[in-house]
């Protein structure tokens, strides 16, 4: 059904669902996996980014993550915490609850752009790490 978004893959630079395609539609394209981002002994931003934040859990979903962000991150330099949300809705992750997705994908389109995009403050909480010596006994 390519609802999972796992299976993400681009084709001539486009982000398809590799579950719903055959492999003879891809004859004469440019077809890049996860495997095409970075390197053999290093990882691209984006990657280098995820490992950072925890972006990550069991791996399943992650592959396709990446190749829909990084089409995002391409086309679209400006994009915003929402809009990344908005890509997001097109995969479907059960471990890490999206907000270190967010995080990390907001962090490679900062040094891109040399902005600082703002994570909305309602998220903040979910980020343990920027949190635990803050919070007060008894205090969300």
Same mark, same amino acid.
């Given at each position: 059904? %390519? ?11 486009? $982000? $398809? !669902?590799?579950?719903?395609?055959? $492999?003879? *539609? ?11 981002? %970075?390197? @053999? @002994? !290093?990882? =691209?931003?984006?990657q280098t980014a995820f *490992?950072?934040?925890?972006?990550? *859990? ?9 190749? #829909? ?8 330099? =400006?994009? @915003?915490?929402? !809009? ?15 907000? =270190?997705?967010?995080?990390? $994908? ?9 902005k600082k995009h703002l994570i #909305?403050?309602? =998220? ?5 790490? @920027? ?10």
């Open positions: 059904h %390519g609802v999972c978004g796992a299976c993400t893959i681009r084709i001539n630079g486009k $982000a $398809a !669902r590799s579950c719903l395609l055959y $492999a003879v *539609q891809m004859s004469g394209k440019t077809v890049e996996t996860v495997e095409s981002l %970075g390197s @053999d @002994d !290093r990882l =691209n931003s984006l *490992q950072k934040h925890h972006a990550l *859990q069991c791996g399943f979903c992650t592959p396709g993550i990446l190749m #829909s962000l990084t089409q995002l991150i391409e086309e679209e330099p =400006n994009a @915003d915490e929402e !809009r990344i949300k908005d890509i997001l809705t097109g995969h479907l992750c059960r471990c890490t609850g999206y907000e =270190n997705i967010i995080s990390a $994908a907001l962090e490679v389109l900062e040094k891109k752009e040399g #909305s403050k309602k =998220n903040l909480w979910l980020n343990p790490k @920027d949190n635990f010596g803050k919070l007060e006994r008894g205090k969300v």
